[in-house]
């Protein structure tokens, strides 16, 4: 089984930057795709970026070009670099590792933006 705990959530001011992390701990497949949902109130979990272990990624046309999800192989950690954050940005964070046999979900992280 795997388990993934996030980090990084706060507080941020409009325009600002947060960086999030998701660590993966357990039996990690070869190919796998990792990503990024979040939640606002009131609304359903929606897909923010993806990357699957060849390397490639996909990205929510809302935050194309403010936000890049990357991963370092040696610590199994996908991280979410989040620029220019704006309150619609406003919502719980979730990381997914998805495997050909299941779905994993993170705790999920508050990230709020406001002055």
Not at 26 to 52: C, D, H, N
Not at 65 to 86: E, H, P, W
Not at 89 to 98: G, I, L, S
Request: charged content about 15%.
């Amino acid at each position: 089984q795997v388990q993934l705990v996030e980090s990084g959530g706060g507080l941020v001011q409009p325009g600002g930057s947060l960086r999030l992390s998701c660590a993966a701990s357990g039996s990690i497949f070869s190919i796998y795709v990792m990503g990024w949902y979040r939640q606002a109130p009131g609304k359903q979990r929606e897909l923010v970026a993806t990357r699957t272990s060849d390397g490639s990624t996909n990205y929510a046309d809302s935050v194309k070009g403010r936000f890049t999800i990357s991963r370092d192989n040696a610590k199994n950690t996908v991280y979410l670099q989040m620029n220019f954050l704006k309150p619609e940005d406003t919502a719980v964070y979730y990381c997914k590792y998805a495997t050909m046999r299941h779905d994993y979900w993170g705790q999920g992280t508050q990230v709020t933006v406001s002055s």
